[in-house]
């Protein structure tokens, strides 16, 4: 869990930044915060800055909190962490990332709210998909099985089929659910439909992620349906890798490190207390939805 929480709260974004207000466009409170702001290396014990900084502390020890002063929201403490604004709890329960896959954690329990109450729905979504609509590489009695959202066209999807082998090898089965990140009409989605069209789903995936030459034939597909699935789910790249309860780990993640990382998850019996993982792990950024 701590792994992933300290690219959460080490590999900020950069548009994190572009979002905080102006000094003199904030409210008067927010101002007298700024005022009043303190550095964290010394905070007044029992005070909700010394709180704040105990609680960022408690889920990454080495990360270095720049300062920390009233928020504009109350009952919070706003603080600056490896260049992103954080919010936490003036009882230092809970912490809150805001921003592009922002969450809640609660600090004790090093649990991802956020994630936790996504994967419940991600299951439910998951079931409306039939087990006859995916591309399923697996090996016998397979340890652990996953659900992929992948595009032909997205780097880091080729770089993870282009191991498939391995990661069977590893006990994991890959299933594939269609997630065309140019968007519904595209030119992705129409190679995405001939896959999921074509008499031999595997090898005519397996040819579109390679640059081979792919018949390009329509039929009644769920391709759409998969990729509005995606999006409900909370898909901002590709790869998505889910596993069964709904928990999302990746982002793109090596054969070995995705095997150690659902051998952790079945041990702890419990939601990683990640950020949307694949701010940590590598993906490539969806199209922005357009109504399609």
């Not at 929480?5 to 572009?18: K, N, R, Y």
């Not at 792919?214 to 509005?228: F, G, I, P, R, S």
């Not at 596993?243 to 998850?265: C, E, F, S």
Request: glycine fraction near 8%; aromatic fraction near 6%.
């Amino acid at each position: 869990m701590k792994r992933i929480l300290i690219a959460a709260l080490g590999a900020i974004s950069l548009s994190a930044c572009a979002q905080q207000a102006p000094q003199s466009a904030q409210a008067p409170g927010a101002q007298a915060a700024s005022a009043n702001a303190v550095t964290a290396a010394k905070p007044i014990a029992g005070t909700p800055e010394a709180r704040a900084v105990d609680a960022i502390r408690q889920l990454n020890p080495q990360v270095t909190v720049e300062k920390v002063a009233a928020a504009p929201v109350p009952g919070f403490r706003e603080a600056i962490v490896g260049g992103q604004v954080v919010y936490i709890s003036d009882d230092g329960k809970y912490l809150f990332l805001p921003g592009s896959g922002g969450a809640l954690f609660d600090v004790g329990a090093k649990k991802n709210l956020s994630e936790v109450a996504l994967s419940g729905m991600r299951v439910d979504l998951l079931k409306t998909i039939p087990a006859s609509e995916r591309i399923v590489f697996a090996p016998p009695n397979p340890k652990y099985t996953v659900t992929v959202f992948t595009d032909v066209e997205c780097g880091y999807c080729r770089k993870l089929h282009s191991e498939i082998a391995e990661y069977n090898r590893q006990g994991i089965a890959i299933e594939y659910l269609a997630f065309p990140r140019m968007g519904i009409g595209s030119e992705d989605h129409k190679k995405m439909v001939s896959v999921w069209c074509a008499a031999d789903r595997k090898k005519a995936l397996t040819d579109a992620k390679s640059d081979k030459a792919l018949k390009m034939v329509d039929c009644k597909n769920t391709v759409t349906m998969q990729y509005d699935v995606g999006q409900r789910a909370g898909l901002t790249g590709t790869p998505m890798i889910l596993t069964k309860d709904g928990t999302q780990v990746g982002g793109y993640l090596p054969p070995a490190q995705l095997r150690a990382t659902l051998d952790r998850l079945a041990g702890e019996g419990a939601k990683p207390a990640a950020a949307a993982p694949a701010a940590a792990t590598p993906s490539d950024p969806v199209k922005p939805a357009t109504g399609a």
